[in-house]
């Protein structure tokens, strides 16, 4: 059958016309808002969000309860995504295995039986694989949906109910945390002691006005599922749950194994034949999978990173056991520990932003004082409803049981009614002023009830039910006993979770790290021996090992060498220009000798007509001679011209036409400065009259009417001044009388002696 459209009805019409920023701005609104209350955000009184409570609802329509048999994760997800959460099986699923992870719930709500994934990081198993059941935890947070604690709201279609949240005392919330990312805003709630949370909820209870301080004496802060150490300090700690804002250093521990107590040996240094040791981690940071914490670890031996670890092992079963062996017996335990810390995710941080919906859906950050209070009415307000639900029940249980009475008392006139009047309903009504319902209860009563209606028995339910009504009504009546009752239902409650429990053990441990251990990154670096070349036109390369400095290099056609010289690959080299800046290189990170190295320039920012002058190797708390062709200079302190960037640091201060020449190390036993100018002047003055700086122009050295300086080096004066001779056979003469040049810095000199270089170059 073909239906045509009514041609007075014009699809177009429907179209509204409005401006796109505002329609947009709308309806991102209404999504921004979907998925803050009912997505992504925990609600505080149950701790759970939708996706959650959905799956545990579904788990517990089915009678998933613990001692029930396990049925498939697919009959679970079809459950939740026809009837209550329309969204895709596999996020669903998703949810499910997490709340079925021990690794990544600390008390963990579905019963898993299959592949649900490890903490290597390895995924669970298809849901057509697995099964599941509840857990007690899960039941324990449940409790009480049929005594009329909760409100149900329909679902999607209408067709079903769920209940607006979960009315059990277990404080899911702050016991299991939670992560979520909304529009706007997020949220990051770590897992903490169960039995903590009661301690300090109870002492909330208690006294209303209890200072945050008192309540961090019993709650001590996080305690993950996968155990490790939270290194903050206590004032750290309480600050951030004061706020509903902060982070904690979570790292993983060192042990190998617990003591006869059950406490941690906490070194990690399991003892090796001849004295060899190995370190052993048994747990690691929450949310870290154990595979890439190994990859990161062996990745730091092939680039070698850490040269003081020669390997790592994964000898773990049901227990962690990562083994971690060191190059030699001399390393410090301590030292590989702070390395793997700052080098690997085995120190790692999570944050706390207590970002959570009350109980009228609205979203906020709550300190950890204000969420125990609203968590605490709401229990109050829970216990109210459970009483005046067992009040209802028991007023229509009496009106019951009193009409049985009657009923016992004129059994024979009962029966005689029920047999002889055509309504018999109306006429005992009438005649023994009965409701309709204890009318309804009698008139349906089976005649082997008779025997077994006993007025003692009933007179007994009775006085008990009024007993009850009784207590009850005081009850409701009564905030103090509502307190009380409270008290007593969460002390129950926290034997199940207790210290001596093996789900209730505190696995974190709350311990404020001690003081680091100080080492520089170069201690991580294997010490060789290295030659550096570099080029006249500034290729740098690195042999190993210290080759002959006067060997044949190759280098590129139209280059040559400029300056050879040995060192180590812990060693930091020093670059020095002309414009008076100095450069720093890491003797590791020199490309090998195999080619013709790498420019210079592209490891260090170098202006573009800027030329070498120096390249050494940096000896810790020596000294460098710094001159200028002017005639100026100045010594530096070797530590304090090391550069941490690219760009280099600015040591002399040139301008136009003046250039740094002369870098020179000065030897701790020499006590003189000589330097000669171009117009083959020589002057000798004291070292002492040479300033220390960090950077500047420098002091005039010697003066000149015209050119400028040749050269300048340091000497021992009792030892006289030596340079080398001409031609190939390396000799060096040695002037001991030098007595005639030595005058005050900053004179104009006198020709140096017979025999001086004619480069005036010493």
């Known amino acids: 059958m073909v239906t045509s459209l009514d041609d007075s009805s014009d699809p177009f019409d429907a179209i509204v016309d409005a401006p796109f920023d505002a329609a947009l701005s709308e309806r991102y609104l209404v999504y921004a808002l979907s998925t803050i209350t009912a997505r992504s955000l925990p609600d505080l009184r149950d701790g759970l969000k939708p996706v959650h409570r959905r799956l545990l609802w579904a788990m517990r329509q089915l009678k998933l309860d613990p001692a029930s048999a396990y049925k498939k994760s697919a009959r679970v997800v079809g459950d939740v995504i026809g009837k209550y959460h329309p969204h895709g099986d596999a996020s669903v699923y998703d949810a499910m295995v997490r709340l079925a992870q021990d690794f990544s719930l600390r008390y963990p709500l579905v019963q898993g039986q299959g592949n649900f994934g490890n903490i290597d990081g390895d995924n669970a198993a298809a849901y057509r694989y697995t099964e599941a059941r509840l857990t007690k935890t899960a039941i ?13 709201i329909p679902t999607y279609n209408g067709e079903e109910s769920e209940p607006d949240i979960f009315p059990g005392l277990f404080p899911n919330l702050l016991a299991n945390g939670a992560t979520g990312i909304a529009v706007g805003m997020a949220t990051s709630i770590p897992s903490h002691n169960a039995a903590e949370i009661i301690d300090a909820t109870m002492l909330l209870i208690e006294n209303p006005q209890v200072e945050h301080a008192q309540l961090m004496e019993v709650f001590h802060g996080p305690d993950f599922a996968t155990g490790g150490l939270v290194v903050d300090s206590a004032a750290a700690i309480s600050h951030a749950y004061e706020t509903g804002k902060g982070a904690f250093r979570m790292r993983g521990r060192f042990s190998n194994g617990r003591d006869e107590a059950g406490n941690w040996e906490e070194s990690g240094v399991e003892k090796m034949g001849g004295g060899q040791w190995q370190l052993v981690v048994s747990e690691i940071p929450y949310m870290l999978a154990k595979g890439k914490l190994i990859e990161q670890i062996a990745q730091l031996i092939a680039d070698k990173k850490l040269p003081i670890l020669e390997d790592v092992r994964d000898e773990s079963d049901e227990q962690i056991r990562i083994v971690l062996v060191p190059k030699s017996r001399n390393v410090d335990p301590e030292l590989l520990k702070e390395s793997l810390y700052r080098l690997t995710d085995l120190e790692s941080r999570f944050s706390l932003n207590l970002n959570v919906l009350d109980a009228q859906r609205t979203p906020g950050v709550v300190g950890l004082k ?16 459970r009483t005046q639900h067992r009040l209802d029940k028991i007023a229509a249980r009496l009106e019951l049981v009193e009409g049985y009475i009657i009923a016992y008392l004129n059994l024979d006139r009962i ?52 007993k009850e009504q009784d207590e009850l009504t005081k ?54 021996p290295i030659t550096v070349i570099l080029s006249q036109r500034g290729w740098i390369r690195a042999a190993k090992g210290h080759v002959a400095l006067d060997s044949e290099f ?13 060192a180590q690959t812990t060693d930091k ?5 002309d414009n008076g800046r100095f450069y720093t290189l890491g003797g590791d990170k020199l490309p090998g000798a195999r080619g013709f190295g790498e420019p210079i320039r592209t490891m260090v920012d ?39 960037t690219r760009k280099g640091k600015a040591v002399m201060s040139t301008k136009p036409g003046v250039k740094l020449t002369v870098v020179r190390e000065i030897p701790a036993e020499h ?23 960090a950077k500047g122009q420098g002091v005039t050295l010697q003066r000149y009417r015209d050119g400028g300086m040749a050269d300048v080096t340091t000497l021992k004066l009792e030892e006289g001044l030596s340079w080398r001779m001409g031609g190939d056979t390396g000799r060096t003469r040695t002037e001991k009388d030098i007595a005639m040049w030595k005058v005050a810095r900053g004179a104009a000199g006198r020709l140096p002696p017979n025999g001086f270089p004619r480069d005036n170059k010493f």
Request: a negative charge; glycine letters at 4%; charged letters at 30%.
């Open 475 to 528: 009850l409701l009546e009564s905030p103090a006993r509502q307190r009380t009752r409270l008290k007593r239902d969460l002390t129950a409650l926290r034997k199940d979770y207790a210290e001596d429990t093996e789900l209730g053990r505190r696995r974190t441990t709350i311990a404020e790290a001690r003081p680091t251990v100080e080492f520089s990154m170069d201690a991580m670096i294997e010490k060789e």
């Open 554 to 566: 190759k280098y590129k056609e139209g280059d040559g060498p400029a300056y050879v010289f040995h």
């Open 573 to 577: 080299l020093l670059i020095a220009l």
């Open 370 to 385: 204000d969420l125990l209070r609203q968590w605490v009415v709401n229990q109050i307000d829970i216990l109210q409803r």
């Open 606 to 644: 170098i202006d573009a007509e800027a030329q070498i002058v120096a390249a050494l190797a940096h000896k810790p708390k020596g000294q460098l001679l710094l001159a200028s062709n002017m005639g100026r200079g100045f010594a530096v302190v070797t530590d304090e011209i090391l550069a941490e």
């Open 671 to 693: 006590d003189h400065v000589a330097v000669v100018g171009d117009n083959r002047k020589l002057v000798v003055f004291n070292l002492d009259e040479l300033p220390i700086m």
């Open 415 to 466: 029966i005689e009614i029920i047999r002889t009047e055509d309504e018999p309903k109306a006429v005992m009504m009438e005649e023994f002023n009965l409701t309709d319902r204890q009318a309804e209860a009698i008139l349906n009563m089976r005649l082997r009830s008779l025997r077994k209606l006993e007025e003692m028995e009933l007179r007994q339910e009775h006085e008990g039910l009024l």
């Open 140 to 152: 324990q947070l449940m409790a009480g949906l049929d005594e009329g604690t909760v409100d149900f």
